[in-house]
Every structure is written in C-alpha cells, then in structure tokens.
C-alpha cells in the first residue's frame, strides 16, 4: 500500500509526501524534464536508469535527472520528495551567471548525505513537508513559500554539484561595458524575427567595431555575440513550444524565431535542451 499526497508550487516545483509499510517499485512511463531530490531517512532509495545494467543505490537519499530513470525502488518506510523542473532550474541558472546557457544544467546522480550543508537542508525539507501536511496558513502566504523555495534552487546551483559548477564558483563578472549592454539590449529586442541579424548588424546597434564587440563578449558574457543570439533565440522558441496553442507548428515558432529551416533548428534545439521540439511539446503536459 503507498500512502502518496502532491502539492505544486506556484513556479512549477512539485513536493511528493508519503509512506509504505513494504516498499515499492514505480515505473516512471512518462518522465518530466525534472530533477527529483528524494529523502527517505530511514529508508533506502534506489534507480534504475536507462542504460543496461545501470542502477543507482543512493542510501537515505539521492538526487538524479527523472529523464534517465527507468524504475525507482522505495523500500518501507516515509519518504519526501522534491521535483524541479529543469526550465526552471535553467533560467535561475541563468540569471546567477547573467547570461543566457548554451545547454541545459545537468546534475549527475548523487548521494545527497555527501554534500556540504545536507543536514541543514533536510530539516528544512522536512520543515516544509510538515507545513503542507498540516495545511498549515502559511502554505497561502507567497513571500514565505517563496523563499523556502528560493532556498532549495540556491542549494541545488550553489552546492550541489553539476555541469556550471565551476563556472559558478569563478569570481563574479564585472559589470557589463556599455557596449555590450546595447549589444544585449539589441538581441533581446530583435531576436523574436524572421530576418537574418548578422554579427555587423548587433555592432553597428552597440556602435562599435566588429572585433570590440567580440572582445566584449568574450570577457563579459564568455561567449561570441552569435552565440548569444542563437541561445536567446532558442530559449524563447523553447518558452513558446511549451505554450504552443493547436494553430501554431514547430515550422511557425522556428520561423519566427529566425529559423526558416526545420531542420536545423530541431538539430541546435537538441543539442541545447537534450530533446527534440516535438519532444518538449509532447511532455509539457
């Protein structure tokens, strides 16, 4: 018998509470792009992912990509559960780097009792939890649910480890030149056509050389201008599939986006978020 409740955050993040007296297997036939942080403390946690004879034993807890597992085993006891989805996770990346990302985060399966602040993190999952079982008042004040999330995404991109940690943990970047924040501005306000932008144009927009503006890119944003556009682009492709209405194609949101040729989307979209566009539209749900 699993004894299971589900409550949603209001940004999309899904916490699981339950219990079984002998233990489960779930297998997971439709996977969400999602980071699952699963606690069970006294308890054992165990994956099976897609490869062949690949499982993951994680102890008492264990935080793994949804999208690489096959089967998960509960054995007996209580158990709390955290789902991030992984949209989500990227774009408070993003902001902490203050740039667009190029791929997707991803987080390598991890035994979460290794990682610096872990016990401190428990007791607040657990302080959590125990406020949405009790429908306790607080669960409608935003400002305090908010932050216990604000809390969770800040230790899952600052301490917990994965593929931007180093970048992360680089000093901070200096502020922007002025040209470069023209340069953004630009990008930002034209990325959403059909016409081509090319590198002369983002330029002559920041009102500097070709080669100052490569430079200031390199520097500021660790990356080339059209690197920049094309990550920005396809983020807001991405936003737009995941709303996508029955009227609209991938073929219409590629066009408007600056990709006349499907084809070459699909292929940089893959190689960016790890799916496919029809892929994203089939799971938004």
């Not at 996770?89 to 602040?117: E, Q």
């Not at 872990?118 to 999952?125: A, G």
């Not at 920005?232 to 990709?259: F, I, T």
């Amino acid at each position: 018998m699993l004894d299971l409740t589900v409550h949603t955050y209001a940004s999309g993040v899904l916490l699981f509470t339950g219990s079984s007296p002998s233990g489960f297997n779930l297998a997971l036939e439709h996977r969400c792009a999602g980071c699952l942080l699963a606690i069970s403390p006294a308890s054992r946690i165990e994956a099976v992912l897609d490869w062949p004879g690949c499982e993951v034993h994680g102890g008492s807890s264990l935080l793994i990509d949804i999208r690489d597992v096959q089967t998960w085993r509960m054995h007996a006891g209580t158990f709390d559960c955290l789902v991030f989805p992984i949209d989500l996770l990227n774009r408070r990346l993003s902001h902490l780097l203050d740039r667009p990302l190029i791929k997707s985060v991803v987080f390598k399966p991890l035994d979460l009792t290794t990682v610096p602040g872990f016990p401190q993190i428990l007791e607040l999952v657990r302080v959590i939890c125990r406020i949405y079982e009790t429908e306790s008042p607080l669960t409608h004040v935003r400002s305090i649910t908010s932050g216990f999330e604000d809390m969770m995404l800040n230790f899952m991109l600052e301490v917990v480890p994965h593929s931007y940690s180093q970048l992360l943990k680089r000093s901070p970047a200096a502020i922007s030149p002025r040209h470069v924040r023209r340069a953004v501005e630009y990008i930002q306000a034209n990325a959403r056509r059909a016409e081509r932008i090319r590198l002369e144009d983002i330029a002559e927009a920041a009102s500097v050389s070709v080669r100052s503006l490569q430079t200031g890119f390199a520097s500021a944003k660790g990356m080339s201008p059209m690197e920049y556009l094309r990550t920005v682009r396809l983020e807001g492709a991405r936003a737009e599939l995941l709303n996508l209405s029955a009227s609209r194609s991938v073929a219409d949101v590629a066009a408007a986006w600056g990709y006349p040729h499907s084809g070459v989307f699909s292929r940089l979209y893959r190689a960016a978020f790890g799916e496919l566009p029809s892929q994203t539209i089939k799971n938004k749900g």
